[in-house]
């Protein structure tokens, strides 16, 4: 009785929203009497509504189409008999369109325009394959009829068994050029000769009516399971749906997970191929049979919600299950939170520092409920949401970068010979010069050394604020250490980036076009005169840490070679995301900054850790005497120790990582961003693949509640069941038992 009240009160919990999947277009030819419009109602139709597929059923030939907004559609399925078509050039031109803007095309028997019906312009192979191209497919012309010695269907997609094909057949000269596209019927003639002659790939379909049907009339193929492979995907991917409204903070932080997701906003008909399914900010409470099917027969379901309780929040422990984290280590919150209580029988994922449930979840038949309270899911927390959700599941791998660089930020940069009196507490008569050059820059060498860090220097070569002509580098000429040191950095182990002439942001409010494109130019001359011919600039790291698109334009034109340009993760007015803004080159927001507290650096870099396997750590040298930097007037003793204490628990806690210029990490980045896996379970393995001219080693988390082997690969650090893998060939196979 108590398990039966438990299974009503989670049932309770889910949310119902009707379901609906955007419209399929169904296309006939009129003049074929029937013959596609009869098969489409009586073999395609039933399947569509069993789906809640909502479809039009439109003739080809007809004035209607001609009209048709294809953007309304994200299937079109087509069943015609002849291959003659009005306009056949401009009907495939539509088709070919229709998949460039995402949707997705079911051809029964063929394509139905390769000879056009005025008895010129016809389409050639180059028009024909344009569209056959874009599902995977080539198709050369070679109809002809002959007799099967056997065919054989992929069992998967088997309808029928016990099919007899003893009578003549149409064969077609078609290939698979995709890995991702699937022959699901082969049929062999007497001589040995084999056709495919239907096909499965993520972005279409074929089949051939003579296959369709055997002798007697018997359905040989389910066409269920292709709309289900072509509507909701294929169940081989790990895979997420989302249900609800848009939310851009949840969108981005599964962009990141370089997982397939779907977004909805209503529950569609089949959820099997999902590994989970997110409800994003419903109302409760709601029941839906469908979610409750799911998750009973072993899907994981995630709630995110307000709830019905609230509580201020200082901190949140995260436990090393959901994430390996230092001991003691607690989570900076300080905000009120909603959330919903935790049911009875449930298991705790996040409390809060006064021992408030935040998070947890519940076993519900072989799946389970976790519940996220919707006041967590902010952008600095978002990898926390992530890891929880991959941390339940009992097989993830989450595809990670495995880079980090430290910035030098303002370094080597004018000074002034002032004395600064928390500087001349600590050191006595020094000025800023003596401090930034005596002291920091030592100490920062010996922690180098110490640790075995590459640094970024990010060089100023003045802080006027000069916007219009004249552009001169006087504050350079003034600060004779500066020029030592930059000269210093050229012959040592520290790459020298780009912050700019001046520590004014390259943004169009701030600078005429005119005057921008004469202070690069001019700051161009003078690298070439200060640091040589030799001298390429990588990185730029935008004042302010803000930049616009205006200021990304002129830069790169003037500056083509730049790989990596810094911002950071918390801006608003900038671009604040890892994101490619042109070829080779992206923008890297720095996570990570300061001296202390420890607990907030290891913190910003281990939430950061969680969503991309990186953190971006910038520190400068005058953050001794700024009053926003060093609020606590810590003397350079302190703020060192601090620095030293950081380094340390991160190379203890996440030795794996890999510590880089940041022009090396932008390279990392974009080919992350850019070259993405195909990861694909199949039985009792995973299988991650990278296409020929991708870059290794790659790097995944991965999760795994059993024994495995790998193959391309190799464990590079392990903390119970969370294991950091490199792959180090084309193709790496995860072995479990």
Not at 88 to 103: P, Q
Not at 153 to 160: A, E, G, K, V
Request: with cysteine.
């Amino acid at each position: 009785m108590r398990m039966l009240k438990l299974t009503i009160l989670i049932f309770v919990l889910i949310f119902t929203l009707a379901p609906i999947f955007a419209k399929a277009l169904l296309l006939y030819k009129g003049s074929e009497q029937g013959y596609g419009y009869s098969i489409l109602l009586r073999y395609v139709a039933p399947e569509l509504r069993n789906l809640s597929v909502v479809y039009d059923i439109v003739d080809v030939e007809s004035e209607v189409f001609t009209t048709l907004d294809l953007a309304n559609y994200e299937l079109i399925i087509s069943c015609y008999y002849s291959p003659t078509m009005p306009g056949a050039k401009n009907y495939l031109k539509r088709l070919y369109d229709f998949i460039l803007s995402g949707g997705k095309i079911f051809i029964m028997n063929n394509i139905g325009a390769t000879i056009d019906s005025s008895g010129s312009n016809h389409p050639g192979l180059a028009e024909v394959n344009s569209v056959y191209n874009l599902i995977g497919l080539s198709y050369s012309f070679g109809w002809k009829k002959v007799k099967p010695s056997e065919v054989v269907i992929d069992s998967y997609y088997l309808n029928t068994q016990n099919l007899v094909y003893e009578s003549n057949r149409d064969v077609e000269p078609y290939t698979a050029i995709s890995p991702n596209t699937k022959a699901i019927v082969t049929v062999k003639t007497k001589d040995g000769t084999l056709y495919d002659m239907a096909f499965v790939s993520p972005l279409g379909a074929v089949i051939s009516y003579s296959y369709l049907f055997d002798d007697f009339g018997k359905v040989a193929i389910d066409i269920a399971k292709i709309l289900v492979y072509l509507i909701y995907g294929n169940s081989d991917n790990f895979r997420i749906l989302v249900v609800g409204k848009d939310n851009s903070v949840l969108s981005k932080a599964l962009d990141y997970t370089l997982w397939q997701y779907d977004w909805k906003d209503n529950i569609p008909s089949v959820l099997s191929s999902y590994d989970s399914i997110i409800l994003f900010d419903a109302s409760l409470p709601i029941s839906d049979s469908r979610i409750s099917n799911y998750v009973l027969s072993g899907g994981t379901l995630v709630v995110i919600s307000k709830g019905n309780k609230q509580s201020l929040v200082n901190t949140l422990k995260i436990p090393s299950k959901i994430y390996p984290v230092p001991p003691n280590f607690e989570l900076q919150l300080n905000k009120t939170v909603t959330y919903s209580e935790m049911l009875p029988s449930s298991e705790p994922l996040i409390v809060s520092s006064d021992n408030q449930v935040l998070s947890w979840k519940v076993k519900m038949g072989s799946g389970q409920i976790i519940y996220y309270p919707a006041d967590l899911l902010t952008k600095p927390l978002r990898g926390l949401f992530i890891q929880i959700m991959l941390s339940q599941l009992p097989i993830s791998i989450q595809p990670i970068i495995n880079s980090y660089t430290i910035f030098l930020d303002d370094f080597p940069l004018p000074a002034y010979n002032r004395k600064i009196e928390v500087i001349k507490r600590e050191f006595g008569d020094i000025t800023d010069n003596d401090f930034y050059y005596n002291v920091w820059w030592p100490t920062m060498k010996k922690i180098s050394k110490e640790f075995g860090l590459k640094y970024t220097a990010i060089f100023v070569p003045n802080y006027n604020a000069s916007v219009t002509w004249p552009f001169s580098f006087q504050e350079y000429a003034n600060t004779p250490q500066q020029k030592l040191v930059l000269k210093e950095l050229l012959t040592t182990n520290v790459e020298i980036g780009l912050h700019g002439y001046n520590h004014i942001p390259l943004t169009k409010d701030r600078w005429k076009e005119d005057d921008l494109k004469n202070v690069l130019k001019t700051l161009k001359i003078f690298l070439k005169n200060t640091l040589g011919e030799n001298y390429i600039p990588y990185t730029y790291v935008a004042p302010d840490n803000i930049i616009d698109e205006f200021g990304i334009q002129k830069l790169l034109e003037n500056f083509p070679t730049i790989k990596l340009i810094g911002t950071t993760y918390k801006g608003t007015d900038t671009p604040s995301e890892f994101t490619v803004v042109k070829e080779g080159t992206v923008i890297v927001p720095r996570t990570t900054s300061g001296y202390y507290p420890v607990s907030k650096l290891v913190t910003d870099s281990v939430l950061s850790l969680m969503m991309l396997g990186t953190f971006q750590y910038f520190l400068h040298p005058d953050d001794l005497f700024s009053k926003d930097r060093n609020p606590e007037e810590r003397t350079w003793s302190d703020m060192s120790a601090s620095l030293i204490e950081f380094f340390d628990t991160m190379k203890k806690y996440y030795p794996y990582l890999r510590n880089h210029y940041s022009s090396e990490s932008a390279e990392i980045i974009y080919d992350f961003l850019t070259q993405k896996p195909l990861i694909r379970k199949q039985k009792e393995k995973i299988v991650v693949e990278l296409s020929m001219g991708y870059h290794l080693p790659r790097y995944y988390y991965l999760r795994i509640d059993r024994p495995f082997t790998l193959v391309g690969g190799k464990i590079v650090y392990s903390y119970d069941k969370l294991f950091v893998i490199e792959q180090n060939e084309k193709k790496m196979e995860i072995i479990y038992f």
